[in-house]
């Protein structure tokens, strides 16, 4: 029961600091829009936990309380002292797990507000309103004098030439700040998670396994802020035709945002592995249906991850403000000109036409394998939270999908498209959980375990 009190609490606290930077940055509606999507990612992800742990309320009356009770000894039991077939990732007893995990769990929702934020500077065109990048960071503009010379290098850019020509110094200080609030929140994450990693090495709570895997992450965070910049530099450029808008390259935003999705995911899945090291499981029964949901949530998740990175060339490309029609492109299903490039492969990334025609593709084929796997598993001996997490999941996936097509049919709104990265992550994170719950148990546990669930 700890750990859903655990993600509660966190993301509580990372709403009020989402709240925090927000309100010192700006009035506009569009910060608005980003704390908005950062709290519907908590509270969705909060129901989404307690529905999972509470799922054993479906049993009858009695029986669910008598296998909370045999689930949490159990896993008591193991994680206070069983060396054999369970790796504990983090040492010193009960309270060292719940503090490391409260604080991965708080990485990991800072990330996700780090992709929802650059959504939305992308969004609002504030990505390219710094010109330069400096590894450690710099103070903002204080003065007027200081402001002209920010403003005087970036009417040197090919964005303010060809698309905000004319613009005045207010106009540039609200994209400024977009992009800074989003840079030194990403440096922010580095110091929440760099201070107590060191805090707990020094108290000995961090295993090897987890201080390699840790310290993997941190490279990857540090990695992303040059990816960034990467990123940034391509847009500064002078476009090739000069009928074409200034923007950044398709292949390095999709870099950028797939990095963070990675050093999301591997937060968010060893922080479930530091809280519940153990699956849910009653019986043998029980860890037999897992093991065939097991067989859907991996190839399901894989088609989620790439719906979501494709998502990345459909922003790179700004396919989204072609073909604002559906079911249909157009007057047509599949636009003519999905292969007018060559070589053939440079049009699954750089043409509008071919990478929104993939998008929709694998965003039917997210919701279609997800509906499938639902309703395979629906009649199986599984644990009641697990059935809860997958009907959860399709829940999730329906409404991603709306949200996709209202943001083409709207000619992608700030608000919306916004909104519609912030569920792409949330998805990913409800087939993370999916697949962290049906691993296999440890052989410690599977010895315990009944061959079917004891009646009350």
Known sequence: MFKCRIITSILKSKREAVSGIVSNLSGNSSYRVFTSSTSSFAATTTATVRGFYYGFRSLPKGHHMSTLRNMSSTVASNTMGSKEGLRLLVTGGPRAQKVVGMWLFGSAAWVFSMVVLGGLTRLTRSGLS???????????????????????KYMQSPEYKRVNKGMKIEDFKFIYWMEYGHRMWGRGLGIIFALPFSYFLRKGYITLGLGLRLSALFALGAGQGLIGWWMVKSGLEE????????????YRLAAHLTSAFVIYSGLFWTALSVVMPEPPAESIAWVGGAAKVKRFALPVGLVVGLTAVSGAFVAGNDAGHAYNTFPKMGDA???????????????????????????????????????????????????????????????????????????LLSYVPVSLGTAHQAGALTLLTFMLLLNHTVRKPSVALLKTLPQVARSP
């Open 239 to 250: 476009p090739a035709s000069e009928y074409a808008q200034p923007r950044v390259s398709p």
């Open 130 to 152: 710094m010109t330069d990048w400096k590894f450690t960071g710099s103070l903002p503009p204080l003065s007027d004098e200081e402001w002209d010379q920010e403003f005087e």
């Open 333 to 407: 299903w599949i636009p003519e000109d999905i292969f007018e490039m060559k070589p053939l492969i440079r049009n699954f990334f750089e043409n509008t036409s071919t990478v929104q025609l993939d998008h929709r593709l694998l965003a039917a084929a997210s919701l279609i394998s997800i509906g499938t796997m639902w309703w395979f598993t629906r009649k199986l001996d599984i644990h009641p939270a697990v059935q809860t997490l997958i009907g959860s999941t399709l829940g999730m996936a329906g409404l991603q999908v709306t949200l996709g097509i209202s943001t």
